[in-house]
């Protein structure tokens, strides 16, 4: 079984805080943790290390590197420190174990469950609750080396509870042995009779906390953004009605509302009828352009967003978001009149 | 307690072990055997249908089945075989009362390429339903042979009226099995009684809060033949009635989540309180509550009449089921909201979509059906039934979501999502 271990500096004996800028290393074997991992069976084949400030301020360029190491010679699993309470090393183990579980090697990880680095593997790693200081070393490395035996092995490590790990946010089927009904049935006697039962599934959301209000907005930049599925006429891009894989973006410099019938709707979602008839009621051109003729505005992005919100996978949607977000940030744009259906 | 006319509704089961094409239809000793040519022509005389074909599939066949409209017990009212699908297709009588002949092991499912052939209309999403490979494991449809109209849809006449030819044909198809197995039927039958009599007060009141959906054409459940949004909901009616074919499907939206009109008729969730009336509780009766509703003020105003209804049928609990995906989750958990807050216990059925729609705190007690986003191992289909001419079929990985009925929220499935 091949083995790649990653560390920071400190763990893997570059130095400390004052090696924090190091560069992305390959070194053959085991060390620091890495040896405690063979204490308890598991025989490290390859040591990556990096500082954590050069993670945190080159990011691209330190993953790229780390990436290619482990597309050189591809691990049957991946150990990211334990990081315990450190942000940045608990960031990068996370960023990495996201990277490296997307090219679809198992990662195994350990952190403590507030560390950052948790959500940053979106995930793609199992991590193994720890301490949050390294005085819980010994009980993580015996737990990381279970789930790396299990994993390393091509074998299922259960559910979070079985497998030691924090539940990833995944949500897996299996077939059980009674339907749907007799558990539903059995569950509401239980909660009648205050005996304990279990609710199958608990809400995991992502809460957004509204930005602050733009303080003022005659100066600011303002974009449109929809998953209504307006798109111009005839759709040219081929928008789907349903299950998106993909945002567009279309110029809006110069255009003064989107009418009928230069624009349409797609979306598979809802009766399109009184948004075909006036397409700035899915998304509201005329009106946002007069605030920016009145001055209430600084200006119109010049172009809109769109896609179609309906059935689309979470984290497709997620992603969407981040990518838009990103590009209206990059144009300097203060605000965003975000229309959904 | 018994209401008044609410006389036990008596079901014969006929088993079904094996189904052969043939020039007529019978039954003998569990073998059923069709005459399909005559189904099909029935089937191609609605209007708005240019061309009918039947199938039978057994389970293990390298059969897909797509374009899925509905799938339906075979069963006959019968002592009046008219009145069978009161309104949808027999006469508008009451029904859950009586003598009921139900075939057990084989359904009837339509197929029907929905978008018109120029795509200027809106395609509803296509269900399948395989005869093998991985989704057959978790699709209600897959284990027992089926009888396949695969209809198709006369491009110059308008949608509603070949679907409402579809759903015509596979009840005249289900109705008409089920006729010709009790005529021919001397032997072999398991019978349910399924009544509701007076039973010791002190058992707690439970009623079923079943959420169905209308919102037109290929979106509407149908109730005695009505559009759900025609009838005044929410509403009480006896568990027997949907038992016996008075709710029945031809809303076509989030194919494994939605409620084919077998899931009515076999309803596990029904028959369970039933089982435990006069044993664990009081099985109260049924509400109908309409899901989907436009906006907030909608939603809350229906979930507050039904949580008063089930208040007025004195429940102190009430499993709540959902229909479809999306904003119906709100209506579901508005629903538990309010039984909670008026004293009502309240369980809810709900699939997910890599988690919860929505959440209420209230919801403590839910029942996962499935996360609908999970993808299937890759399988290719050796032959495909009711696609468009001229599309091709590949092996490629199908989501949950695809599959008919896997994840039905009225609970007969399997399937269930665990964190990981």
Not at chain 2, 216 to 225: C, E, N
Request: hydrophobic residues 40%.
């Amino acid at each position: 079984v091949r083995v790649v271990h990653y560390l920071n500096q400190f763990f893997a004996g570059l130095g400390g805080e004052e090696a924090a800028g190091h560069e992305p290393v390959r070194i053959e074997g085991a060390t620091g943790p890495g040896r405690g991992l063979a204490a308890v069976g598991i025989r490290v084949t390859t040591t990556l290390a990096c500082g954590d400030d050069r993670f945190a301020e080159r990011e691209d360029e330190c993953l790229e590197r780390l990436v290619s190491w482990l597309d050189e010679e591809p691990p049957d699993v991946l150990v990211c420190g334990p990081a315990f309470g450190s942000g940045r090393y608990g960031y990068a183990c996370g960023v990495l174990a996201r990277e490296a579980s997307r090219a679809g090697i198992p990662v195994v990880s350990g952190m403590h469950p507030d560390n950052p680095g948790v959500l940053a593997a979106e995930g793609g790693a199992f991590i193994v609750p720890t301490s949050s200081n390294v005085a819980g070393m010994r009980e993580a490395l015996a737990r990381v080396a279970a789930l790396a035996r299990t994993l390393g092995a091509g074998g299922d490590p259960g559910d979070p509870n079985e497998g030691g790990y924090l539940p990833r946010g995944l949500r897996r089927n299996e077939i059980s042995s009674r339907t749907g009904a007799d558990r539903a049935a059995d569950m509401l006697l239980a909660k009648l009779e205050g005996r304990p039962f279990e609710s199958e599934a608990v809400p995991a959301f992502d809460r957004v906390a509204p930005p602050r209000a733009v303080p003022d907005l005659s100066g600011a930049i303002v974009a449109l953004v929809s998953e209504a599925g307006c798109v111009p006429q005839g759709n040219p891009d081929g928008l789907v009605s349903r299950r998106a894989r993909a945002w567009l973006r279309y110029p809006i410099d110069g255009v003064t509302g989107l009418d009928a019938p230069g624009y349409e709707t797609v979306h598979g979602g809802f009766d399109t009828a009184a948004g075909n008839a006036d397409p700035n009621r899915l998304v509201p051109l005329d009106a946002v352009r007069e605030l920016e003729t009145e001055g209430v505005i600084g200006r119109l992005h010049e172009v809109f967003y769109t896609t179609t919100g309906v059935d689309t996978p979470v984290a497709t949607a997620a992603t969407f978001g981040q990518e838009i977000a990103q590009e209206l940030r990059d144009a300097g744009v203060q605000a965003v009149v975000l229309t959904g259906t | 307690v018994s209401r008044a006319g609410a006389e036990p509704l008596v079901i014969a089961h006929l088993p079904v072990d094996r189904v052969r094409e043939a020039g007529t239809t019978t039954w003998r000793d569990g073998t059923l055997e069709v005459g399909l040519a005559d189904i099909a022509a029935l089937a191609q005389s609605e209007p708005g249908i240019s061309e009918a074909r039947a199938h039978v599939v057994q389970p293990g066949d390298p059969v897909r089945l797509r374009n899925v409209l509905d799938a339906v017990v075979p069963t006959v009212k019968t002592d009046s075989p008219e009145v069978t699908f009161p309104g949808a297709l027999g006469g508008r009588e009451t029904v859950g009362g009586g003598r009921t002949t139900m075939l057990d092991g084989v359904h009837v499912i339509s197929t029907m390429p929905t978008g018109s052939p120029d795509g200027e209309e809106d395609e509803l999403p296509s269900a399948i339903v395989d005869m093998d490979g991985p989704a057959a494991e978790i699709s209600p449809f897959s284990a027992t042979p089926a009888l396949v109209l695969a209809l198709t849809r006369d491009p110059d006449v308008a949608f509603e009226v070949a679907e409402a030819s579809a759903r015509r044909a596979a009840l005249r198809a289900a109705r008409d099995l089920a006729a010709a197995a009790a005529h021919d039927a001397t032997a072999g039958e398991r019978t349910e009684v399924l009544d509701l009599g007076e039973v010791d007060a002190s058992l707690p009141r439970i009623c079923a809060i079943v959420q169905i959906t209308s919102e037109g054409p290929g979106l509407d459940t149908f109730v005695y033949g009505r559009p759900a949004s025609e009838l005044s909901l929410p509403s009480f009616i006896r568990p027997g009635e949907i038992l016996d074919g008075a709710v029945t499907s031809g809303a076509y939206e989030s194919p494994a989540a939605r409620n084919p009109t077998a899931t009515y008729q076999r309803s596990g969730l029904l028959r369970r309180l039933y089982a435990e009336h006069g044993r664990s509780l009081c099985f109260a009766g049924v509400i109908l509550t309409l899901g989907y509703l436009d906006d907030g003020g909608e939603k809350r105003r229906m979930a507050e009449a039904a949580a008063a209804l089930a208040e007025e049928l004195g429940a102190a609990g009430a499993v709540g089921t959902t229909y479809s995906l999306g904003n119906s989750h709100t209506d579901t958990m508005l629903t538990v909201q309010a039984c909670e807050r008026g004293g009502i216990r309240a369980v809810a059925i709900v699939a997910e979509e890599g988690g919860l729609t929505d959440h209420v705190p209230e919801a403590d007690a839910l029942v996962s059906v499935g996360n609908v986003m999970e993808l299937l191992p890759a399988w290719e289909p050796a032959r495909v039934i009711g696609n468009e001419p001229g599309t091709r079929e590949g092996a490629s990985r199908t989501p949950v979501l695809d599959v008919l009925g896997a994840a039905t929220q009225l609970g007969d499935g399997r399937l269930r999502a665990v964190s990981a």
